[in-house]
């Protein structure tokens, strides 16, 4: 049983001090809690866990915190794909729910699974999502100033559990002051990606990460016999030919745990039980 988190980049150009080690002790606490809640649930469960507790924390761009769009409205993306299945289920451009992570498991039981915009709203307000806004100061204020912080705080968990199956979920705000109407990674296959082989989570900008089909690259070559550490070298050299910008996260099926290569400044945690490893 391993999991590993990550809650997008951390710049010392643009961050405090307080925020990097409130970034640090936020992220133990929810990959320990996490970890207790796979120590009785599958990896499938515990992502969707503990993504929505990721949501939850206003220091992320992601569910309650997340940033604002160029006309002024929040809207959110998230997604989850059982590495067992392999069936993803998405929301993308969801507004006014607390926790787009549990719509998009909610779906997983449908034969629509990604669902967007208004039809995304109606159906979580059919299945009991109250109407809840996820703004919070801070950032309407860095919206009425102008600042864009790019979207550093996606949001993403992926699982091991103690049968060896593997599950990922990822949940944003997107960039920050796009257009209405874009389209976020987190709920595509490029950043989000799970089979029985490898689980991988993206963070990062999203046109980059499409571009790249970065957390598909990474999947496919570990289910071809790649190792986590040349699969991640061989997608992110690519992405550096296209000049792109991202961070991810992995487990492979015998529990190796990886995200170098990816980003230095990504911000990330794992635990299996003894070993906890975060950012610095
Ligand atoms: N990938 C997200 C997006 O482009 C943003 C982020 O990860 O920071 O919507």
């Given at each position: 049983?391993?999991?590993?988190?990550?809650?997008?980049?951390?710049?010392?150009?643009?961050?405090?001090?307080?925020?990097?080690?409130?970034?640090?002790?936020?992220?133990?606490?929810?990959?320990?809690?996490?970890?207790?809640?796979?120590?009785?649930?599958?990896?499938?469960?515990?992502?969707?866990?503990?993504?929505?507790?990721?949501?939850?924390?206003?220091?992320?761009?992601?569910?309650?915190?997340?940033?604002?769009?160029?006309?002024?409205?929040?809207?959110?993306?998230?997604?989850?794909?059982?590495?067992?299945?392999?069936?993803?289920?998405?929301?993308?451009?969801?507004?006014?729910?607390?926790?787009?992570?549990?719509v998009a498991k909610y779906l997983m039981k449908e034969d629509d699974r990604v669902?967007?915009?208004?039809?995304?709203?109606?159906?979580?307000?059919?299945?009991?999502?109250?109407?809840?806004?996820?703004?919070?100061?801070?950032?309407?204020?860095?919206?009425?100033?102008?600042?864009?912080?790019?979207?550093?705080?996606?949001?993403?968990?992926?699982?091991?559990?103690?049968?060896?199956?593997?599950?990922?979920?990822?949940?944003?705000?997107?960039?920050?002051?796009?257009?209405?109407?874009?389209?976020?990674?987190?709920?595509?296959?490029?950043?989000?990606?799970?089979?029985?082989?490898?689980?991988?989570?993206?963070?990062?900008?999203?046109?980059?990460?499409?571009?790249?089909?970065?957390?598909?690259?990474?999947v496919t070559r570990v289910t071809d016999g790649m190792d986590l550490e040349e699969?991640?070298?061989?997608?992110?050299?690519?992405?550096k030919k296209i000049d792109g910008f991202a961070g991810a996260i992995a487990i492979?099926?015998?529990?190796?745990?990886?995200?170098?290569?990816?980003?230095?400044?990504?911000?990330?945690?794992?635990?299996?039980?003894?070993?906890?490893?975060?950012?610095?």
């Amino acid at each position: 049983m391993k999991i590993i988190i990550h809650g997008g980049f951390f710049s010392e150009s643009d961050q405090s001090h307080e925020v990097k080690v409130a970034k640090q002790n936020s992220l133990k606490e929810i990959a320990k809690k996490a970890y207790q809640y796979l120590e009785t649930h599958s990896a499938f469960e515990t992502v969707a866990y503990a993504v929505s507790l990721l949501e939850d924390d206003e220091l992320y761009n992601a569910g309650t915190g997340s940033q604002i769009q160029s006309d002024g409205i929040i809207r959110m993306s998230a997604a989850m794909m059982d590495g067992e299945t392999q069936k993803m289920s998405g929301v993308i451009n969801i507004r006014d729910v607390k926790n787009p992570i549990l719509v998009a498991k909610y779906l997983m039981k449908e034969d629509d699974r990604v669902l967007g915009g208004n039809g995304a709203k109606k159906y979580a307000s059919e299945h009991g999502f109250e109407n809840y806004s996820t703004e919070i100061p801070q950032r309407r204020k860095e919206y009425v100033a102008k600042l864009n912080n790019g979207g550093k705080g996606t949001v993403g968990c992926v699982a091991i559990d103690r049968e060896g199956k593997l599950a990922v979920a990822t949940s944003t705000g997107g960039k920050g002051f796009e257009l209405p109407g874009r389209i976020s990674d987190s709920a595509t296959v490029a950043g989000n990606y799970a089979n029985e082989f490898c689980a991988v989570s993206c963070t990062g900008v999203g046109e980059d990460i499409v571009s790249n089909a970065t957390a598909t690259k990474i999947v496919t070559r570990v289910t071809d016999g790649m190792d986590l550490e040349e699969a991640f070298s061989k997608t992110f050299t690519e992405l550096k030919k296209i000049d792109g910008f991202a961070g991810a996260i992995a487990i492979d099926q015998s529990g190796n745990l990886y995200h170098k290569d990816s980003h230095p400044t990504m911000v990330f945690a794992s635990f299996d039980g003894e070993n906890f490893e975060s950012f610095k």
